[in-house]
Every structure is written in C-alpha cells, then in structure tokens.
C-alpha cells in the first residue's frame, strides 16, 4: 500500500532500486517474449507484464483530442505499467508520420487515415498499426465572419431567432457563387491530405452538390474540378490564417474552432458530430515492428490508454482535463477555449453556446476499440476523391484494414484490465470488428462497413466502382 503514497519521482526511484538489485541475483526480462505473460500483480492491482522497452518517446500535435496521452502521462498510468514515457508535441503531421515510421518516436497521435494511406498506397508506404482509437468526434467547419454573414440568410431559424442546427453546406452554396462572381475563388483549410477534416470537409460539401475536387496524378492538391479549394494549414496556424483572409473558412479539431469564436474572427457553423454521429477522429499509431519486437510492451501502452479514456469520460473529470491540457507542455491554449468544448459545450456564434455532450468522446460508445468498419470508410473516401486512383474490389478493403487495425492488441489489453478492475467485462464490445449499418450522417446516406463498393455507388459527386 505504500506505493499509493509516493510520488512519481520517489516511486521511479523505488523501482530503479529493486531493478538493480534483481539484476545483480541473476534476474532479467524476457525481450523476445512472443506472447504477452503476466510477471506479478502490484499494490494497486495492475497486473504488470515483462515490458521488453520501458523508455518510451511519444509524439502529439497541439489538439484537445491528444488528452488520453497526457492523461495515462500525469494520471500515473503508463508508470503504473512500468512504462516511462516522454511526450513531445510535434510540428505538424507529416513530421508525425515521418518520426514514427524512422523509428524516432516508440507512437503518436496520428490522423485516423495516416496509418490507412500508408498501407493503402497513397503517400509514404509503411507497415503502421493502430490499436487504439483515440476519440470520437471533436471536429468543426469555421467560416470567416463575412462568409458567415452571407450565409445566415439562408440558414433556417428557431422560435427565438437562433440558427437551426445542423447548418448545411446548402446555405454556403450561393455565398461560393458570389465570391466567384467578384473574381474570387473560395478557398477553405484542412489539415492534411489523408485527415479526417479533409474527408468530413469533402463530405458537408459534396452533400450539398458543391464539388470539392479530385486528386489526380498531375494535380496532387486534389482541386480537379473543384468549386472550393481546399488547402492544407496547420492546425495552430487556422485561425490566424482566416484572419489573414488567406482562406474563408476551415476543417479544423479543438481548440481552434473556439479560438476564432474567442477570438472574434469567425463562426462554427457546425461540427462533425453533425457530419457524421460519433465518427472516429484519431488514433494512436505504432509500426508493426515495434508491436512484433515488443508485443508486451504495446499491450501495457494499450492498457494505459484505455485507462485514460475512461478517466476522461468519467463525470467530474473534464476540468481537471481542462487544467492538464492547458498545460504548455501540451495544448497550451487558454483554459477557456479548451473548456469551451471539453465540457460538453461548444459554442457556435458569440454568445450562443449549446450543450453538446458528445462533442468530444474518449470512452462512450466503444471510442477506445480500433473498429474495422471505421477504417472502410476512410478507404471509400480515399477513392471517392482519387487518392486511391484505380478500382479496387470489396475483398481489398477488408483485407487491408485488418492489416492496420488491430484489435487483437485492444482486445489483450482490455481482458487484462476487466481482470484487475479497471473496467467492467460489459465495456468490451460484442463484435466482429464492423459496427452496424447506419445513416447518421448530414445526408442520411447509409454506410455499411461490409459493403464499400455499394456505399461508393450511392454518392452523387465521386468516383463510384463495379464490384470486381
């Protein structure tokens, strides 16, 4: 029990100690261990494994949705784990991407689609696998205040004069007409290529009969036939990018959307919970080697993680959240914006604040489980855009999701922590990796992980396969 009452450093200390001293008798870790194997159960029931790689170096970009890291970091559950973790916020995704797959990083929170392009042929080609899936939803579509006031026209009211939510791409359609009409092309920011905010952008778009443009080999920016042109911006960098009026409007995850509320220089209009309930957002990535060399060791940062999900999705947690992710070392925005929609609000124009408790989701609705059917429909969005430039039969998608996803790791992970009660058998989802059908989406299109080709033909705007 003594170990519940020391701190960090001195409990590091400890264990540096008692290492040392199994050293000199003779003990040692196992680090080929094939399968994950139990070595004891501590003080605070974490059934530790033989970790083959104790140091680790994650990475992040300055988003809310990175918070499980700094969680399983300052709530002491990668210690708990015998892991010793050093997080470091990166310059933007593809320093990301790069890090990890040269081996400069152990993981990162990555893009959900990152991992995906790598194994699909879009990019840079890596073996990437992700079991963990970070969050759910957490994403906005901001529009500079003149789009903004172009738009509210043609937005539907309330019985109090309010805009009527979800805001449909339909009212920026004659705004686009009018800047092009005055010589302008409109232009909107993303994040990355292969970003979920490039895709829900695309989608809000496209659903309203705007094309967003299709990549091609002579036109990497993917603006072929484009009424908007979507570019890619750092996340930090939107919202000073739209004051600039370099760009009208942007696809962007927390806290940049609220800085430009706060900020006074624009207006979510809405969100991707709207585009598509409870989406996947990010991930956390591993290369397979690392899973392969150091199995025990991915399962014990699994485990970790999951923790942390949880802890966050926990009534009464997210202030002390607020306060961690405000920290400089990780989001470091002011306190305010982060809470803005980490507490279960998000605030759309100045002053009109709605309660949105699933804007962002770490644990709820099987958040943490790295689901086939999530990783199929970023595939379609691929070659609905032309990333992926030829057609590709329905069996390709399924194999090489299963390649990437792994909730075999989850899985491990998960019974482990039922086993010291962490968490209760009920949480771990009955499944065979694909969700249900739905049509939770902006145009209620149906989505059925099983059937990719399908859901390809039903879009009006895109490319639209046979099946092979």
């Known amino acids: 029990m003594l170990r519940l009452f020391l701190n960090p450093i001195v409990r590091y200390s400890i264990l540096s100690m008692l290492l040392v001293g199994l050293t000199q008798c003779g003990g040692s870790k196992s680090s080929s261990s094939e399968e994950t194997s139990e070595a004891s159960l501590d003080s605070s029931s974490t059934v530790q494994l033989e970790i083959e790689k104790p140091q680790l170096t994650f990475g992040f970009i300055k988003l809310t949705d990175m918070a499980p890291l700094a969680i399983a970091k300052e709530l002491g559950y990668f210690e708990d784990e015998g892991l010793y973790v050093t997080i470091e916020a990166q310059s933007n995704w593809k320093n990301v991407l790069d890090r990890v797959i040269d081996g400069q990083l152990d993981g990162s929170h990555m893009l959900a689609g990152q991992p995906i392009a790598a194994g699909a042929g879009f990019g840079r080609q890596a073996e990437l696998v992700t079991p963990f899936s970070m969050d759910l939803n957490g994403n906005g579509i901001t529009v500079s205040n003149d789009v903004w006031s172009k738009m509210k026209p043609h937005v539907p009211k309330d019985a109090e004069g309010k805009p009527v939510h979800p805001i449909k791409a339909d009212a920026l359609a004659p705004v686009i007409s009018e800047y092009k009409n005055d010589g302008k092309a409109f232009k909107m920011g993303m994040v990355f290529p292969v970003s979920t905010h490039n895709y829900e952008i ?58 430009a509320v706060f900020k006074g220089i624009g207006v979510p209009v809405t969100t991707n919970y709207d585009v598509w309930k409870n989406n ?13 060399k150091y199995p025990n060791t991915a399962t014990a940062v699994t485990k970790a993680l999951i923790r942390a999900g949880k802890w966050l999705d926990t009534p009464g947690n997210r202030p002390k959240a607020v306060g961690i992710l405000s920290m400089p070392e990780y989001v470091g925005a002011d306190s305010v914006v982060i809470a803005n929609s980490m507490t279960g609000t998000f605030e759309f124009e100045k002053g009109d604040k709605r309660s949105m408790p699933d804007f962002n989701v ?107």
């Open 280 to 292: 996947p957002e990010k991930v956390f990535v591993m290369t397979k080697e690392f899973t392969e």
């Open 202 to 259: 695309r989608y809000w778009l496209a659903a309203a009969g705007i094309n967003p443009g299709f990549y091609t080999a002579d036109n990497i920016q993917g603006q072929v036939d484009a009424d908007v042109l979507l570019s890619v911006t750092p996340p930090p960098q939107m919202p000073a990018t739209l004051e600039a009026g370099t760009i009208y409007g942007y696809c962007v995850g927390e806290p940049w959307n609220q800085q």
């Open 362 to 468: 770490f644990f709820r609705h099987h958040a943490t489980y790295p689901f086939y059917s999530d990783g199929v429909w970023f595939l379609t969005q691929m070659r609905r855009w032309g990333q992926i430039p030829e057609t590709k039969p329905a069996d390709w998608y399924h194999s090489t999701i299963k390649d990437i996803y792994r909730p075999d790791i989850w899985m491990q992970a998960a019974e482990l922590l039922v086993k010291e009660g962490h968490l209760e058998a009920s949480e771990i989802p009955s499944t065979d990796g694909y969700k249900t059908p739905t049509t939770d989406f902006i145009d209620g299109v149906k989505y059925d992980g099983k059937d990719p080709i399908g859901y390809l033909k039903s879009f009006e705007i895109g490319n639209k396969d046979d099946a092979l």
